[in-house]
């Protein structure tokens, strides 16, 4: 568990980092160059990243709430669309991400929203919980520095975002999730 809790802390400490500490993360990219102050932000981040892959399986697995069964349909749903909005957030902008307004952090709440809607062992609603729980912080964060939104592009955008969000949906819902959580859904 500790190498977990380590991940947790490593990834969304370098993360709430950029978002809340503006002028020491100003020095940072001063000092050492944008280009090697975001080598390093990933590096950190990456770290913390594969603690929390090398502690999931270690993770406390204590049952908290046991979801209903037909939870996962929705579930299912939910995460679709959370791709998509990924997909917008780095594709050129569409009604999707213009409407969104930061497709990319809807994309992260809806995604880890879903999955607190069937996962109620210890360590998923650690790993689900903070990232929702950061995503609707940065989002607050995003809003008061008055970040812009993307501006609304031609609906071809929306259609690309849609089938790449779709495609990827595809892939990890039916062989890539079995390696990455260890659950098979297909």
């Known amino acids: 568990m500790s190498f977990y809790l ?3 802390i490593i990834f969304f400490g370098s993360h709430f980092f ?11 990219v001063t000092k050492l160059g944008a280009g090697p102050y975001r080598g390093l932000y990933s590096l ?5 990243f594969a603690l929390i892959i090398f502690g999931w399986r270690g993770a ?3 049952i908290i709430y046991t979801p209903p069964l037909w939870m996962r349909h929705v579930t299912y749903l939910l995460v679709l669309v959370a ?5 917008s957030s780095m594709l050129p902008a569409g ?5 969104a307004k930061h497709p990319m952090l809807a994309g992260v ?3 880890a929203f879903a999955h607190l809607l069937v996962n109620g062992d210890e360590r998923s609603l650690l790993l689900f919980g903070s990232f929702l729980a950061f995503a609707v912080i940065d ?3 995003v809003k008061r520095r008055g970040v812009e939104s993307p501006t609304a592009g031609p609906i071809k955008n929306d259609v690309i975002a849609i089938a790449v969000g779709a495609g990827l949906y595809i892939f990890v819902a039916f062989y890539a999730h079995r390696y990455i959580a260890g659950v098979s859904l297909g």
């Not at 809340?20 to 020095?27: K, L, S, T």
């Not at 950190?44 to 913390?48: E, P, Q």
């Not at 791709?83 to 997909?87: D, Q, R, V």
């Not at 009604?95 to 409407?99: N, Q, T």
């Open 6 to 8: 380590a991940g947790l």
């Open 18 to 28: 950029t978002a809340f500490a503006r002028g020491p993360r100003e020095i940072l």
């Open 44 to 48: 950190v981040a990456l770290i913390g």
């Open 60 to 62: 406390d697995t204590t």
């Open 83 to 87: 791709f998509i909005l990924l997909a």
């Open 95 to 99: 009604k999707i991400a213009a409407g």
């Open 109 to 111: 709440k809806l995604w």
């Open 139 to 141: 989002r607050i964060v």
